[in-house]
């Protein structure tokens, strides 16, 4: 079974400063998409950005970018410049190329920008 | 707008009283998705829709029914409530194609308090 993990339950960044998320995945399939989800406490679920599993260049969305390394199941997310309004829990998902559609989540980061 | 709507947004509700909570999508996507969130656990899929008259289990499905006879609908619902179903839940729809990288698109969530 697929698993995604997020071994930082909570981090915060001083605003305008990098603040780099991390998250491993264990899978034996190769081809797969993983994702980066926001959500603030609206609760609502925001896409960050994604990444193709066969890809080997990383996915930049404006000041999100990842760092993707398939062979050692890494997929971190670097915010750069940060603002208050990225203050937010975040989620890494994983999910397969072909089948079920199902996102398996990280137990989630939550973010916390310093004025 | 292309959205997900939720109803209800927040219940509070006794053990064993049946309630439904809906899920519509104006996208016209195929897949559909249940997923529910619980502090320290991220999300995880309770069921899912490939299209009209197709679910099938996700990994949390014990206590939860759906149904898919329309495509734009796909209701959530708990036969015999109980305090373990105590969580937050979303409704996620996608356009499916076999290998696509379409993102999910989220519902702003249901608050569900079994008493």
């Known amino acids: 079974a697929q698993t995604v993990t997020q071994s930082q339950p909570e981090m915060s960044v001083q605003e305008a400063e990098t603040v780099t998320l991390s998250c491993t995945y264990d899978t034996s399939e190769s081809d797969y998409y993983l994702f980066w989800y926001k959500q603030p406490p609206s609760r609502q679920m925001i896409l960050v950005i994604r990444?193709?599993?066969?890809?080997?260049q990383n996915a930049t969305e404006n000041r999100f970018s990842v760092n993707f390394q398939k062979a050692a199941k890494s997929f971190s997310l670097k915010i750069s410049d940060s603002q208050l309004g990225d203050a937010a829990m975040y989620f890494c998902?994983?999910?397969?190329?072909?089948?079920?559609?199902?996102?398996?989540f990280g137990t989630g980061t939550r973010l916390t920008i310093i004025p | 707008e292309a959205q997900v709507t939720q109803n209800p947004r927040y219940l509070i509700t006794v053990t064993g009283k049946k309630l439904t909570v809906t899920c519509s999508q104006n996208?016209?996507?195929?897949?559909m998705s249940w997923y529910r969130q619980d502090p320290g656990l991220g999300l995880r899929q309770i069921y899912y829709?490939?299209?009209?008259?197709?679910?099938d289990k996700g990994d949390v499905p014990e206590g939860y029914k759906v149904s898919r006879k329309e495509k734009r609908n796909f209701p959530l619902i708990l036969e015999s409530p109980s305090p373990n179903q105590t969580s937050l839940y979303f409704c996620?729809?996608?356009?499916?194609?076999?290998?696509?990288?379409?993102?999910?698109?989220f519902g702003d969530g249901t608050r569900l308090s079994i008493l």
């Open positions: 998902a994983y999910r397969i190329t072909f089948g079920n559609e199902k996102l398996t």
């Open positions: 996208m016209n996507h195929e897949y």
């Open positions: 990444q193709e599993a066969y890809k080997q």
């Open positions: 996620a729809s996608s356009l499916y194609f076999r290998g696509s990288n379409q993102p999910q698109h």
């Open positions: 829709s490939m299209n009209v008259e197709v679910t």
